[in-house]
């Protein structure tokens, strides 16, 4: 069974920087992805590798602030976050699939308990 653990979220003020980490384990995952949720808002994708060395994809990740990263062997999924806003403010979600279908939450088999990040102004 697919585990994912996310780590790295927090409270930060406005400007700052924060780095999450996904880690895989329990089984062979292809596509890992990024996703957000804010309250009263929908689980937005905001980027996905959709498989160890490809280019990733990105959804809703604030242009030149989200990046994502992927160790070499393909389990660890890294999201750099800069320059955080309030806006930003969500639990952040790992999830993984067997191979990426869309951007949709459904799409993705497995999921990572969610961290919390929170943005004061």
């Known amino acids: 069974q697919v585990q994912l653990v996310e780590s790295g979220g927090g409270l930060v003020q406005a400007g700052d920087s924060l780095r999450l980490s996904c880690v895989a384990s329990g089984g062979t995952v292809n596509a890992m992805a990024w996703f957000r949720q804010a309250p009263g808002k929908r689980r937005e994708l905001l980027a996905a590798?959709?498989?160890?060395?490809?280019?990733?994809l990105y959804g809703f990740a604030p242009p030149g602030r989200f990046t994502i990263s992927r160790d070499d062997a393909g389990n660890i999924l890294y999201m750099q976050m800069n320059a955080l806003e309030p806006e930003d403010t969500a639990v952040y979600s790992c999830?993984?699939?067997?191979?990426?279908?869309?951007?949709?939450?459904?799409?993705?088999?497995?999921w990572g308990q969610g961290t919390q990040v929170t943005v004061s102004s």
């Open positions: 590798s959709p498989w160890s060395g490809a280019s990733p």
């Open positions: 999830a993984a699939a067997r191979r990426y279908m869309s951007d949709r939450p459904v799409d993705f088999e497995w």
